[in-house]
Nanobody
């Protein structure tokens, strides 16, 4: 059992920045961020793999968001810059602890989820 505790989020004006953090209570294969806006499906934002240090981003956030991690404390961060109103959503941290053939860009391979953090970007 891995617990994920998210922090960060809030209200920011368009063009501003926010940072989310997610602390995991155990070891993971990969950790990522997804978001879900009202009435929409949960969508992939970014992911980092612990064993390769590779990172991947959704096209919609590429160049504006950065995912990073602190291995010493099993924590992953999402630095969000140049925020837009369309970035408004609940952001969820996700952790994969079991190898899976499912795409890392879908929610399927992730075994644990954080409680969610509201990010609201005003125009």
């Amino acid at each position: 059992q891995v617990q994920l505790v998210e922090s960060g989020g809030g209200l920011v004006q368009a063009g501003g920045s926010l940072t989310l953090s997610c602390a995991a209570s155990g070891r993971t294969i990969s950790m990522g961020w997804f978001r879900q806006a009202p009435g929409k499906k949960r969508e992939f934002v970014a992911v980092t793999r612990w064993n390769t240090n590779n990172t991947y981003y959704a096209n919609s956030v590429q160049g504006r968001f950065a995912i990073s991690r602190d291995n010493a404390v099993n924590t992953v961060y999402l630095q969000m810059n140049s925020l837009k109103p369309e970035d408004t959503a609940v952001y969820y941290c996700a952790a994969q602890v079991v190898w899976s053939s499912a795409s890392m860009f879908s929610p399927a391979p992730y075994n644990y989820w954080g409680q969610g953090a509201q990010v609201t970007v005003s125009s």
